[in-house]
């Protein structure tokens, strides 16, 4: 099925499924994460996840990501 033909399957094609997913991943010591696998080991929402993933430092490490504030060195 082509895509460009009809745009309302674009949603529904695995590739665009991948691509959609590839937006909510993160590189967590080398291994590529969700959001919620990062929410569900660090047991916090996935809005709180969201934001510490986003914050860096970079490469996040899990032990950067438990504290709920970075310090300020």
Not at 30 to 51: H, P, V
């Amino acid at each position: 099925m082509d895509v460009r033909l009809y745009p309302c399957h674009a949603k529904s094609t695995r590739r665009a499924g991948l691509v959609r997913a590839a937006l909510f991943a993160h590189v967590v010591e080398g291994k590529s994460y969700t959001t919620r696998q990062i929410a569900n080991r660090l047991d916090i929402s996935t809005g709180a996840a969201l934001e510490r993933a986003k914050r860096g430092p970079f490469p996040l490490t899990w032990a950067v990501l438990q504290q709920s504030r970075l310090v300020k060195s």
